[in-house]
């Protein structure tokens, strides 16, 4: 199973919006509404934001927003604040039973 | 509060092995499957495979099957990750992490870091 795709590296300024994209195939992303995305900070482990493509565990800040369209899901965070600065991975289940990573997406506010 | 504590840093030698304890509380143990997920220093997360708290069968992913073992004791509600024959490159922490739905990991334990080199 191949990870999914996820751009390297994604920055935006206080305030703005930014969005990360996870692109899988017909046989994950594509196929069911079991994608979820991640946190983590350095050192850290990494923290549940979105399941289920688009619904927020309790505790997350409503600032970030999942949706998904074909084989490409994506995670929007908006209102960027300096402590969303992390490491983001999007996942996904596949066709397999298994479970697949994207490559993780480096956010950085500048 | 829910939670999942892992066992310390590992040092090992190669050819040695490993066992990683990950034990829960705060919930009833077997209603939810146990993941593993290894992490390789400056890389991204990578799916091991996963076991059944109820029937202890373990599902294991590509490139994780012979050396990797998941094993339970669900009389103290732990986990745990056995891994033979080490290699530098086994060389990553490793977390387990409970899965709430499909796919869906909810909680996860602080990792465990496993070195190894000679």
């Known amino acids: 199973q191949s990870a999914l795709t996820q751009p390297a590296s994604v920055s935006g300024s206080p305030g703005q919006s930014i969005t990360i994209s996870c692109t899988g195939s017909?046989?994950?992303?594509?196929?069911?509404?079991?994608v979820t995305w991640y946190q983590q900070h350095p050192g850290k482990a990494p923290k549940l934001m979105i399941y289920d493509v688009s619904n927020r565990p309790s505790g997350v800040s409503n600032r970030f927003s999942g949706s998904k369209s074909g084989n490409t899901a994506s995670l929007t965070i908006s209102g960027l604040q300096a402590e969303d600065e992390a490491d983001y991975y999007c996942?996904?289940?596949?066709?397999?039973?298994?479970?697949?990573f994207g490559g993780g997406t480096k956010l950085t506010v500048l | 509060q829910e939670q999942l504590v892992q066992s310390g840093s590992e040092l090992k030698e190669p050819g040695a092995s490993v066992k990683v304890s990950c034990k829960a509380s705060?919930?009833?143990?077997?209603?939810?499957?146990m993941n593993w997920v290894r992490q390789a220093p400056g890389q991204g997360l990578e799916w091991m495979g996963w076991?059944?708290?109820?029937?202890?069968?373990?599902t294991y992913a590509q490139g994780f099957t012979g050396r990797f073992v998941f094993s339970l004791d669900t009389s103290v509600s732990t986990a745990y990750l056995q891994i033979s024959s080490l290699r530098a490159e086994d060389t990553a922490v490793y977390y387990c992490t409970r899965d709430r739905l499909v796919a869906t990991f909810d909680i996860w334990g602080q990792g465990t870091m496993v070195t190894v080199s000679s």
């Open positions: 017909s046989s994950d992303v594509g196929a069911y509404n079991y």
């Open positions: 076991i059944n708290t109820n029937t202890g069968n373990p």
């Open positions: 996942s996904s289940h596949t066709s397999s039973s298994s479970t697949v």
């Open positions: 705060g919930y009833t143990f077997t209603r939810y499957a």
